[in-house]
């Protein structure tokens, strides 16, 4: 498990009303996907715990992320160097051209 230290709030504008701790648990639910749920640690106020399993999911996840974006930019990679996209503009071009001026 990762355990994310936020404090319990001592030093708040409201004693023992903790600020931080709230806020990353909202971060880790609604800006992460999939979504990083969070227990409190027994013993610890200050402390928040997320499971190896959520975590482990949510690399898998970008992981997989990555790969989908890697091979979108190896195919506009392989257009560009195997010139199709070149000779694709170019007959476009010929062909505007040739509509233009008949």
């Known amino acids: 498990d990762v355990i994310i230290i936020t404090g319990k709030g001592k030093r708040s504008s409201r004693h023992l009303r903790p600020v931080l701790r709230p ?6 639910l609604e800006e992460f996907y999939p979504p990083l749920g969070t227990s409190s640690v027994p013993g610890n106020m200050g402390a928040l715990s997320v499971s190896s399993a959520d975590v482990n999911a949510w690399v898998q996840q970008q992981q997989q992320q990555r790969g989908v974006r890697f091979l979108a930019i190896a195919d506009a990679l392989k257009s560009l160097t195997s010139g199709e996209r070149l000779k694709q503009l170019m007959k476009k071009r010929v062909d505007d051209n040739t509509n233009i001026h008949p």
């Not at 806020?23 to 880790?28: G, I």
Request: net charge neutral; aromatic share 0%; charged share 35%.
């Open 23 to 28: 806020e990353v648990q909202r971060m880790l």
